[in-house]
């Protein structure tokens, strides 16, 4: 019978790897620092690629996570200066990027984002009715009362056509 291995983070449980194997023996060969194994009989027809997302529930479902309480492996790559420069899937407590830090981001955070030690902040444009990007600023939502949008490469004094306010006469019918 089939064995799977479910190498994964010791603290958050994030599933790293899932191997499978008719030798469970060799299994604790694979794991790193940070991580343990859980290792479960299987069926042949689920030791296989095509079953993997069943193999992950069912780790968590052993782990007793839920959809809301299991870990979420979208993490950010910050660089020196504080500025998301990619998105990883990878464990902040284990892994480490020479390019940067490892920070575990919520689904919002994108490339160009900034993070100040604390929280992710999103670069906002505050834009004139015509279009033209009249102050940047960084944070974490929308300004209220001013026209912004988050725009992550708008300059001051540049022109963003979908940013005009538009005007258009009405013809005076009604909708029906």
Not at 62 to 71: A, N, R, S, W
Request: aromatic letters at 6%; one cysteine or more; a negative charge.
């Amino acid at each position: 019978m089939p064995f799977v291995g479910v190498i994964h983070s010791e603290k958050s449980k994030l599933v790293r790897r899932v191997i499978a194997t008719d030798a469970h023996w060799t299994l604790p060969d694979h794991v790193g620092e940070g991580e343990a194994l859980y290792v479960f009989e299987t069926s042949a027809d689920v030791a296989d690629n095509a079953h993997i997302t069943q193999i992950h529930d069912k780790f968590y479902e052993e782990m007793g996570l839920t959809e809301e309480t299991k870990p979420n492996p979208r993490c950010a790559l910050v660089d020196a200066n504080g500025m998301v420069t990619n998105m990883i899937m990878a464990d902040p407590e284990i892994d480490k990027h020479p390019e940067g830090e490892v920070i575990a981001a919520p689904d919002d955070v994108a490339i160009n984002d900034k993070w100040d030690g604390k929280k992710f902040l999103h670069r906002h444009a505050t834009f004139n009715k015509h279009g033209v990007v009249t102050d940047i600023y960084w944070a974490t939502e929308k300004a209220h009362g001013v026209r912004s949008e988050r725009h992550p490469n708008a300059v001051v004094g540049q022109h963003i056509p979908e940013m005009e306010e538009v005007n258009v006469p009405t013809s005076g019918t009604k909708a029906i």
